[in-house]
């Protein structure tokens, strides 16, 4: 008789000073086991299962990989090109007029900077996206760059009286670029662009599917209040310019949360992104529906309005997520530069609470928190480590610190596979 096999060890157990599991208190000493591409354990100490390779990182610190829950792939060619202004209209207005100049969104000099940009996010620990689309580009890079996306089709038309068929062609448009990796949902773009009956068209397509899920710029300057507030101001002046404008068109009255809660297009599986000018009322009303919350700071302060009010924001309770916003609009595309921006936004706020939004925050909110986000058994090991100084005591709050790309690896991406089926 023969005897029997025995399975010897497996996976790759991976070593730190620390680990970061984002749902519990950091581990000193700890490890990570990975087997086929998952997280089979973590914990501290020399308790750890066998493995068929062990590495151990030393001085570093393991953590989720980062979620980007907001940014513009599209924009990527426009980096340095936009510089920061103190007049959001102005500044829109310059980038729209760059944004003309090109007429082919396949141009070279588009797609290029595209794949480069999704290769940044990578180096600096991003392992999932939420990308604003327009022109339809990001979805096949994205997916040949293997990196998991929900990719929001940008959607706009304040003059547009039946949406339906509108929504009905972009989804059309949209549906054949899906892939396992990206999914593609419709979005409006902000109150000031968009509206009423588009808003509800979109509204009922979204909370048709199976797991609802859009974006919306919302409350990012105070032109916008005005506008829905009283129905004037430079919004409305340029709305007018542009041709576009209603003179039937009635303000709503109140703030552009409100207005959104009341149409249900802000609700569950909604990503209100910016929020920098929304009052105390509107933060507990979209706490209280269950959106989430996308802060861009460093954007916000670049197109002139103003840092968000992050303390509120963590005060309120609405659930949080991190965004770069688009290469026009910010340096890079790190997500620990947003976090260091945020610490010193709200320095009081805990530690953890910053680094959550930033991986468990971003997945729940692109309805990916069931394979990242976390370090937790059955996840898939989107892993990074950050090189720490020696002796560090308090490892969240040094990734708070500004982390640069060179100090980031990439552990395990297994699990994503590029290319569309």
């Known amino acids: 008789m023969s005897a029997p096999v025995t399975a010897g060890p497996s996976g790759r157990l991976l070593r730190a000073a620390w680990v970061c599991p984002i749902d519990q208190p950091p581990l000193r000493d700890g490890w990570v086991h990975v087997v086929d591409g998952r997280i089979a354990a973590v914990g501290a100490g020399h308790d750890a299962p066998a493995a068929a390779e062990v ?75 939420g990308d604003i689309a327009n022109a339809l580009v990001t979805p096949a890079v994205l997916a040949d760059a293997g990196m998991p996306a929900v990719v929001f089709h940008e959607l706009m038309g304040f003059g547009v009286t039946d949406g339906a068929p509108v929504v009905a062609r972009a989804v059309a448009r949209h549906a054949p670029l899906e892939s396992r990796q990206v999914r593609i949902v419709p979005a409006p773009h902000a109150p000031f662009s968009v509206s009423e009956a588009l808003f509800t068209a979109i509204r009922d397509v979204v909370r048709a599917a199976p797991r609802p899920l859009t974006s919306v710029h919302v409350g990012e300057s105070p032109a916008e209040v005005e506008l829905l507030r009283s129905g004037q101001g430079p919004w409305r002046e340029r709305l007018a310019a542009l041709g576009v404008w209603r003179d039937e068109w009635q303000a709503p009255g109140r703030g552009p949360a409100d207005y959104l809660c009341d149409l249900g297009v802000i609700a569950a599986g909604t990503l209100v992104v910016h929020g920098v000018q929304l009052t105390d009322a509107e933060l507990a009303r979209l706490a209280a529906t269950d959106a989430t919350l996308v802060t861009c700071p460093r954007s916000n302060v670049w197109v002139g309005v103003g840092a968000p009010p992050l303390a509120r924001f963590l005060a309120s309770g609405v659930r949080l997520a991190v965004g770069t916003d688009s290469l026009a609009s910010a340096p890079d595309l790190n997500l620990f530069a947003e976090l260091q921006a945020m610490r010193d936004l709200a320095p009081d706020a805990p530690a953890r609470r910053l680094l959550a939004a930033a991986t468990l925050g971003g997945a729940e909110a692109l309805g990916l928190d069931a394979e990242l986000g976390t370090i937790a058994p059955g996840k898939r090991a989107a892993l990074i480590a950050v090189t720490l100084p020696a002796g560090v005591a308090d490892p969240e709050a040094a990734l708070l610190g500004g982390i640069a790309p060179a100090a980031v690896r990439v552990l395990e991406m297994a699990g994503y596979h590029g290319g569309r089926p």
Do not use: C, K, Y
Request: cysteine-free; overall charge negative; glycine content about 8%.
């Open 55 to 129: 590495e151990d990182l030393g001085a570093a610190v393991i953590l989720p990989g980062l979620v980007n829950a907001h940014t513009h792939l599209e924009l990527s060619w426009l980096r340095g090109q936009v510089p920061p202004s103190g007049d959001f209209l102005a500044w829109v207005g310059q980038l729209m007029a760059l944004r003309t100049s090109f007429e082919r969104s396949d141009d070279p000099a588009v797609m290029t900077p595209v794949a480069d940009a999704v290769a940044e996010m990578r180096a600096s620990g991003t392992v999932a996206v």
